[in-house]
């Protein structure tokens, strides 16, 4: 899905900066240089930004090498 038509920029994309640490949407405007043109994307943005950082939440952390070695004992 294009989030923002004016400047071709993707679902996909937006997400990816979200997982690299661009959580705001003026950090998505740096980074994609968007938002100037007619302003509709603004609100997708932030509701991608916050879908985004909510799964990352609900991830559980990945299980470390101790963590490993206590379950096996």
Request: glycine letters at 6%.
């Amino acid at each position: 899905m294009y989030v923002c038509v004016c400047h071709a920029i993707n679902e996909t994309r937006v997400r990816e900066a979200v997982a690299q640490g661009r959580t705001s949407v003026r950090a998505l405007r740096e980074h994609f240089d968007f938002g100037e043109c007619c302003g509709k994307c603004n609100a997708c943005m932030r509701g991608l930004i916050d879908e985004e950082m909510s799964q990352q939440c609900i991830r559980p952390p990945p299980a470390s090498r101790a963590d490993n070695t206590k379950l096996a004992a």
